[in-house]
């Protein structure tokens, strides 16, 4: 009982540790995929913004011109111009908000996943600190891992992704010990 006690509060502190990287790593993806991103939407706002006041500045100067002759068509000029301008600016807000919603989606999926392990391997160290009192040490080593990821990647994001708990699932085998190495988890058993 204490090799195979031994070796389940291992293998879970690994899968933590695992599971934390990857939190770490994806986050970190996220955000230097915005900041990129930023910078090419800053330059070509830059650049659409310094069109724009040559356009103005043309439309002015046709403006003034063509008062004095035709009206009419300079006023014509003036707005299929203003209307190219809002067509040039359009595509630029549709990439930034596509950019912020993917970075907030790829965020709250790592969090989410975080914080569904945090809460199953609270409840199964609970219940195995019932029926196996010396395996509590063992178990506390993944769990402090976990939840100090969770908690980090909940602090880098915007709005914080948790996931309660399954209140239907009321039963678990005390002799299979979830894995933490996926989403889902491979169970494996202790004897």
């Given amino acids: 009982m204490s ?3 031994k070796t389940a509060a291992e293998r879970i502190k690994t899968d933590a540790l695992n599971l934390a990287e990857r939190a770490r790593s994806e986050a970190a993806s996220a955000f230097a995929s915005v900041n990129q991103n930023r910078d090419e939407l800053r330059a070509k706002a830059t650049e659409t913004a310094r069109l724009a006041g040559e356009v103005i500045a043309e439309n002015a100067r046709i403006a003034s011109d063509l008062a004095k002759r035709n009206a009419s068509a300079a006023a014509a000029i003036i707005s299929d111009n203003a209307k190219s301008l809002t067509t040039e600016m359009g595509p630029l807000r549709d990439k930034a908000d596509e950019l912020a919603q993917n970075a907030s989606e790829r965020l709250s999926v790592v969090a989410r996943e ?3 392990k945090v809460s199953e391997n609270s409840r199964y160290a609970a ?3 019932k029926a196996h009192p010396a395996l509590t040490l063992g178990l506390a ?7 100090a990821a969770a908690i980090a990647l909940s602090r880098r994001g915007k709005q914080a992704a948790a996931t309660a708990a399954d209140e ?14 996926s989403a889902a988890g491979a169970p494996y058993n202790v004897h």
């Fill in 114 to 116: 975080l914080s569904e």
């Fill in 3 to 5: 090799d195979a006690i």
């Fill in 141 to 147: 080593a993944g769990g402090i891992a976990l939840i």
């Fill in 127 to 129: 219940r195995q600190a």
């Fill in 168 to 181: 239907n699932s009321d039963y678990v085998d005390q002799n299979v010990v979830p894995s933490t190495t």
